[in-house]
């Protein structure tokens, strides 16, 4: 089993930053990736982000490339999401979730931090 607990949500003006953390304990021995993904009420949730363990590699959805930055600690086994210039349609919850291994995209998912960017 592997748990999630992500802290770091909030309320901010809009074109103000936010750093999500996401935190994994367990069984992570074999941890492939980790990501960040969001959802808005009233729609489904999308993939925002995401970072491969060993090499670091990243992936942004379209609507956050330059304005998100994902990045790893492989040591504490955390992974942040730093947000920058938010707009008020960057409003979801946020969720981080894991590969357990290479053959098990997403599986373990954590419970969800709000963020909430006013106009």
């Known amino acids: 089993q592997v748990q999630l607990v992500e802290s770091g949500g909030g309320l901010v003006q809009a074109g103000g930053s936010l750093r999500l953390s996401c935190a994994a304990s367990?069984?992570?021995?074999?941890?492939?990736?980790m990501g960040w993904f969001r959802q808005a009420p009233g729609q489904e949730r999308e993939f925002v982000a995401a970072?491969?363990?060993?090499?670091?590699?990243?992936s942004y959805a379209n609507s956050v490339k330059g304005r998100f930055t994902i990045s790893r600690d492989n040591a504490k086994n955390t992974v942040y999401l730093q947000m920058n210039s938010l707009k008020p349609e960057d409003t979801a919850v946020y969720y981080c979730?894991?590969?357990?291994?290479?053959?098990?995209?997403?599986?373990?998912w954590g419970q969800g931090t709000q963020v909430t960017v006013s106009s």
């Open positions: 979730a894991l590969d357990s291994t290479v053959w098990s995209p997403f599986d373990y």
């Open positions: 367990g069984r992570t021995f074999s941890l492939s990736r």
């Open positions: 970072i491969t363990w060993r090499s670091g590699s990243t």
